[in-house]
């Protein structure tokens, strides 16, 4: 590099911005080095990802795409142009940002990380082969190729079923009283019960008493008579009816249960009717392939003794322990085998080193516990992005700038250690690093920090420093300054005592293997762990599971992404509760997930705010004089919203050589309602521009209203103050779809005897935002309720009353408790990987000293 010319050098050493107003940025203008790690720091809400993502990112991605031919450009999502004047000195960029897995269970940690693809031709070249059978290829070992699926599941490894049992789970009703419970609800449903009246049919005996021809008729048939139906009539009525041939209500067509339930299946555009028809399909391991989703002729093929379902069962960890003999060339072959083939020694031991390669890249990252076969949407967002971004450490790319997304979301602090090497390994091999984190670790870690604020929303969008770490210690107007250099620790409390235990005994889920645990009641507890210690399994699946059935509820539905058939069914689960619920009422699970999933949905519709500014509106002099009511006001009914894009405020335009890209609506300019619905006014204000303020101007302008000043209050004091009231819910992350769920839930008067349940409520969000969350949980308690969390952040572990410390390790090594106690208690422990972290943050203030 040196020896270039003064202005290759100069271009190549900094990333200039001029001039960049994405979002909530203030005509931000800023510098920043290549080859370098630059953490982007800032409140949540102040802008840094607008920054690093919506301008940095967006720019290199599309001048990318500029260089492509129109055509190829069809194929990726329409980049939209960033708002900002000039950026020069921008390498081609790679992101990797938080997301959910794929939707699909057909991928898997083998084909994020391309492991699986090695595999497949270590044992088509190399693996040892049944006498006589032929060589196949590589393809013949993926479950997701015709050539590779078992026939019997199409590579699913389950069949379904439609059995009795499953569509008439109470055979003590009539099918008037819906002993069929498969066929549909409402209209349909009566529809078929009036033409088996019609057919002659008793439909007032119960099911069990009905003749068994009958009732196999009903649930099994294939034929679908078409036949007079008399709506209202008694089956007497319609024998009479038919007898004289009276004109009938309608022609109905019958359907059988089972018909009913696989067409529908099949059919459906409806996610919500998919469901609702998979409950009447059993699944049973497939009898072919027990579950391995492959043909006979690929199993019969083996390498180290095991065919490849087994193998990529293992974990990562041993796998890299079987490997390593064979990249190492010392593993035992058959010395006549190895003689007469040669080549297969050269083969095993090239694939062996490429995979034992990968896979040290993902031991080092914490993640040697997860297996091959793991299905994506399975994973957290953390640990599909560390996957990403170690597939990216050993491809060797140079000269590229990795925008990364709070890489150290769900990670325990001994696992941000080696986060940081895998970076530094990145940014040795020449490639610059933009980060957008709250980790106090990764941030001192950092070359540079560029730190964004002061505050969020509106009030945010600044650069208050761009420069080396040391140099925000005088930057007074940045809230990141505070907890980076925080010299004392923080003030002791004296934590709650437990009023009760929730006892749970003989778990057995994942890598928990019978395991007690007691969590106490009407106190905060954190569960604290490794990744993969086995946190979430005890606490956001067993214990809900199990409480929910305790308490009646539904069971929270796991299964949201993904094919309804392809859903891997739960690992074994033994265990039950002994003890604790008698005093408890509801349980309240406030997870990541999106709180909709179109930009219908928004936080204004979901904490159910916008129903009382609705009514505001419809109470208004004007709307009153041309009755109005409040439906009027809502974007998705067709009387008050914009004709043109039906209340989207947008419409697709289609390109032909191009990607579609939505513009505003032209007739409302994006204000979702018609000109004569946003005549309306209320304080000078129509509705699209109450929708379009912030929670924080909502809050001031709402200041004489007490029911909708208390919700928008419960949202800034959950650090949402800067989000738009009108924010489509698909914009929103999975920490801010979090803390929309807690605020609506803390908005409902706490009446004491719930258990909220959160799964590291933190991610997202910076130490003071982290303080207001506590805040908030805290007064959860005070009200008489239990607060149980997975969480990593130590500034949450300490203000626990109560800590439980799964592990020790991850995967096979974890899934026991090392500790439970006070958090004095257990920071205090010699075989607890939380231990040290708490003890330094509990004595110095910070999370622990910076790692180099």
């Known amino acids: 590099m040196r020896g270039r010319h003064d202005h290759d050098r100069q271009a190549s050493g900094k990333v200039r911005v001029r001039g960049a107003r994405e979002h909530n940025l203030k005509n931000v203008d ?9 953490v982007f720091t800032g409140v949540s809400g102040s802008g840094k990802s607008s920054l690093a993502f919506g301008t940095l990112y967006a720019e290199a991605q599309r001048r990318y795409l500029e260089s492509v031919s129109p055509y190829a450009r069809r194929l990726f999502h329409q980049m939209p142009v960033p708002q900002v004047d000039e950026i020069d000195g921008l390498p081609p960029a790679v992101a990797l940002q938080q997301q959910r897995g794929t939707p699909t269970t057909r991928s898997s940690v083998g084909s994020v990380t391309t492991l699986s693809n090695s595999l497949r031709m270590l044992y088509s070249r190399a693996g040892d082969y049944p006498r006589g059978q032929e060589l196949l290829y590589a393809e013949s070992f993926s479950p997701n190729t015709p050539e590779g699926a078992c026939t019997e599941c199409h590579g699913l490894g389950r069949v379904y079923e439609v059995t009795e049992r499953s569509m008439v789970p109470d055979d003590s009703l009539t099918i008037r009283e819906r002993a069929v419970a498969a066929w549909p609800t409402a209209w349909h449903g009566q529809n078929l019960r009036d033409i088996l009246v019609t057919l002659g049919y008793d439909v007032d005996t119960p099911w069990r008493e009905l003749p068994k021809k009958d009732r196999d008729w009903i649930l099994f048939t294939d034929e679908q008579p078409t036949v007079p139906v008399y709506a209202g009539f008694t089956p007497e009525e319609t024998r009479r009816a038919l007898k004289r041939k009276e004109t009938p209500s309608y022609q109905g067509t019958f359907t059988g249960a089972r018909k009913y339930v696989l067409q529908t299946f099949s059919a459906t555009e409806s996610a919500s009717m998919k469901k609702r028809v998979s409950k009447y399909m059993v699944s049973t391991e497939c009898p072919v392939c027990r579950g391995k989703r492959l043909r006979a002729e690929s199993l019969s093929v083996r390498f180290a003794g095991m065919d490849i379902t087994e193998l990529s069962r293992l974990p990562l960890k041993r796998l890299a322990q079987l490997m390593q003999p064979f990249a190492a060339g010392t593993a035992k072959r058959n010395a006549k085998e190895a003689a007469a083939h040669p080549e297969k020694l050269i083969v095993t031991q090239r694939i062996a080193q490429d995979v034992c390669g990968r896979l040290e890249v993902l031991l080092d990252l914490g993640l040697g516990y997860l297996t091959l076969d793991r299905s994506t949407p399975t994973l957290s967002p953390g640990e599909l992005q560390r996957l990403r971004l170690a597939t990216q450490v050993r491809s060797n790319l140079f000269g590229v700038v990795y925008v990364l997304d709070e890489p150290s979301a769900g990670l325990h602090p001994a696992d941000t250690v080696a986060l940081l090497r895998a970076m530094d390994r990145l940014k040795a091999s020449g490639n610059s690093l933009f980060v957008v984190e709250h980790s106090l670790d990764v941030v001192r870690h950092a070359d540079w920090i560029v730190d964004v604020g002061p505050a969020a929303g509106e009030m945010g969008g600044q650069v208050l420093y761009s420069g080396e770490p040391a140099g925000l210690k005088s930057v007074k107007p940045s809230v990141t300054r505070r907890y980076l250099y925080a010299d004392s620790p923080p003030a002791p409390r004296e934590p709650r005592a437990p009023q009760g235990w929730l006892t749970l005994r003989g778990i057995t889920r994942n890598n928990l293997s019978k395991l007690d645990a007691d969590f106490p009641l009407g106190v905060l507890t954190s569960v604290t762990g490794v990744s993969g210690s086995g946190k979430s399994s005890l606490v956001s699946q067993v214990l809900v599971e199990l409480v929910s059935q305790a308490l009646g509820h539904e069971a929270p539905d796991e299964a949201e992404e993904g094919e ?8 074994t689960l033994e265990g039950r509760i002994t003890g604790g619920l008698e005093g408890m009422r509801r349980l309240v699970r406030v997870d990541q997930k999106p709180i909709g999933r179109t930009p219908r949905s928004n936080l204004a519709t979901y904490t159910g705010l916008f129903d009382h500014v609705r009514k505001l509106f419809a109470a208004t002099k004007l709307a009153r004089s041309r009755k109005y009511d409040a439906g009027r006001f809502s974007f998705n009914v067709a009387k008050g919203r914009c004709e043109n894009c039906e209340g989207e405020g ?47 101007a909502a809050w001031a302008f709402f200041a004489d209203e007490p029911a909708l000043h208390r919700s928008l209050d419960v949202l800034r004091e959950v650090g949402l103050g800067y989000l738009r009231l009108g924010q489509p819910a698909t914009e929103l992350s999975g920490g801010e779809a979090q803390r929309i769920k807690l605020a609506t839930e803390l908005q409902r008067a706490a009446r004491g005897r719930m258990l909220y349940v959160l799964d590291e409520p933190t991610t997202g969000l910076h130490p003071a935002d982290v303080e207001k969350l506590v805040v908030q949980l805290q007064t959860l308690v005070d009200a008489g309720n239990t607060v149980i969390l997975v969480e990593h952040d130590m500034r949450v572990v300490a203000a626990s009353d109560w800590v439980i410390d799964i592990g020790p390790g991850a995967g096979e090594e974890g899934g026991t408790v090392v500790v439970a106690g006070p958090p004095a208690v257990v920071a205090k422990h010699h075989e607890s990987r939380t231990a040290p972290y708490l003890k330094r943050f509990m004595e110095g203030g910070s999370q622990h000293a910076a790692i180099r």
Do not use: W
């Open 650 to 696: 947008s419409v697709m335009v289609e390109l032909l050589f191009l990607p579609s890209v939505y513009a505003p609506c032209p007739v409302c300019q994006g204000a979702r309602y018609n000109a004569k619905t946003l005549e309306v006014t209320y304080r000078e204000r129509n509705v699209a521009q109450v929708l379009d303020m912030t929670v924080d």
């Open 30 to 38: 800023l510098e920043i080095p290549r080859d370098a790690l630059v």
């Open 564 to 571: 309804e058939l392809e859903q891997s069914e739960p690992s």
